[in-house]
Structures are given as C-alpha cells and as structure tokens.
C-alpha cells in the first residue's frame, strides 16, 4: 500500500491550497483517511478526517470552517481543501488511510505516505 500527498507549496497569508492524497487501487475504500500536520520537532497533530464512506467528516477546532476534507473512491483521492491559510499552518502535511473509524489519533491509521509541505507566509 503506498499513499501520496502533493498539493503543498508556498502561499500568502489567506490563500487557499488544495492538497491531494493518492493511494493505491483499493486501499481508501478499506476505510477512514485522515490528515495531520507536523512541524519539526513536534508531535504529529490532528486535522481532520473522513470516513469510509465518506459521509462522517471531522474537524480540528484550529481548522474547522477554513479546511474541508472530501473523497473520491473511483479515483482514489482524498482531498484536503484549504482556505484563509494562517502562517500557523505552515508544516509538513500527512494523509493516513486504512482508519477503522474517524479518529483524531494517528494510532487509528494503517497506513502513511510521505508527506507534503505547505509554507504561509505573513
């Protein structure tokens, strides 16, 4: 199973970015997917997940009404939509899939891809 993040980059204060994470055939229908964030040094931190089914979603309260988290099973993606980006946004960005519930702990997920980095700048 191979999982992969793209989308980061470079943006603004209150930019969007849109990042994407792509899996092997089969593996995102095995149920939950959830993005983290990490910087440097610190703790791998929660932002938000969907179930397998794609009907449950949950939010991190620094990201709720700013970032959106959607699915699409026939092309294998789970997508992390992103608004009004803040520079405490800034770090390296993780999907983990393979979740038997929506969970907010990196314990709950299977399996990792590498990750993928988004920078704001104020």
């Known amino acids: 199973v191979q999982l992969q993040a793209s989308g980061g980059g470079l943006v603004q204060a209150g930019g969007s970015l849109r990042l994407s994470c792509a899996a092997s055939?089969?593996?995102?229908?095995?149920?939950?997917v959830g993005w983290f964030r990490q910087l440097q040094g610190k703790e791998r931190e929660f932002v938000a997940a969907?179930?397998?089914?794609?009907?449950?979603?949950r939010y991190a309260d620094s990201v709720k009404g700013r970032f959106s988290i959607s699915r699409d099973d026939a092309k294998n993606t789970v997508d992390l939509q992103m608004d009004s980006l803040g520079p405490e946004d800034t770090a390296a960005y993780y999907c983990?899939?393979?979740?038997?519930?929506?969970?907010?702990?990196?314990?709950?997920?299977?399996?990792w891809g590498q990750g993928t980095l988004v920078t704001v700048s104020s």
């Open positions: 983990g899939a393979g979740g038997s519930y929506v969970s907010s702990s990196t314990s709950a997920y299977k399996y």
């Open positions: 969907i179930s397998g089914s794609g009907r449950s979603t």
């Open positions: 055939e089969g593996t995102f229908s095995r149920g939950a």
